[in-house]
Every structure is written in structure tokens, then in C-alpha cells.
């Protein structure tokens, strides 16, 4: 059974910076696109930025030009490098793949900017 497993998460100040963990257990990760998603309190879920299987990326206008996705298809790990964080940013922070699978969803890592 594939599992993944998110870490990285953290509290910090806005314009800070953090960089995010998606470990994936199991062989399907490097045959599969990815992405990051996050849900705010009261607020939906809803996807921050995709990477497929080959390397090519898409960002929500929101984040686009502040955060980076990659992949290492080697280690069965994708990253969210996020920069110049502001408070907007707060949400627990998921990996699934793309589209996202009801099967993939875990605990998450809390992501708080905050002064």
C-alpha cells in the first residue's frame, strides 16, 4: 500500500522562508504526476502547485513565483521550496498525486506564518 508522508512544516515569520517533504512509500511515485494542495481554517482545499512525472510544473496564481515544486523520482520525494511567506500562506499543507486520489490523503504539515 502506498503511503506519503508529509514533513517540513513549521511556524514562521512573513517574507520566511520553508521547505516541504512529500516522502512516498511503494513503487508507483515516479509513474504518477504529483502535487501539493493546502486547506486554510474554514476555507476548501485546493491545489497549490503540480509537477508531473516528467518534470513539468504549474503554480495557483497565488503562490506563482514565490514557490518551487520539485521531484526526486530516486528518493521517492517531491519538495514545495516556499519563499517570502505572508499570513495568507497558513494552512495545513498536503501531498497527493494529480489528480488527487482519496486513497493518498494523510495528516499533512501545519505551515503558520505568523510575526
Known amino acids: 500500500q502506498v503511503q506519503l508522508v508529509e514533513s517540513g512544516g513549521g511556524l514562521v515569520q512573513p517574507g520566511g522562508s520553508l521547505r516541504l517533504s512529500c516522502a512516498a512509500s511503494g513503487s508507483i511515485f515516479s509513474s504518477v504526476n504529483m502535487a501539493w494542495y493546502r486547506q486554510a481554517p474554514g476555507k476548501q482545499r485546493e491545489l497549490v502547485a503540480r509537477i508531473t512525472r516528467g518534470g513539468t510544473t504549474n503554480y495557483a496564481d497565488s503562490v506563482k513565483g514565490r514557490f518551487a515544486i520539485s521531484r526526486d523520482n530516486a528518493k521517492n520525494t517531491m519538495y514545495l521550496q516556499m519563499n517570502s511567506l505572508a499570513p495568507e500562506d497558513t494552512a495545513v499543507y498536503y501531498c497527493?498525486?494529480?489528480?488527487?486520489?482519496?486513497?493518498?490523503w494523510g495528516q499533512g504539515t501545519q505551515v503558520t506564518v505568523s510575526s
Open positions: 497527493n498525486t494529480d489528480p488527487a486520489s482519496h486513497r493518498y
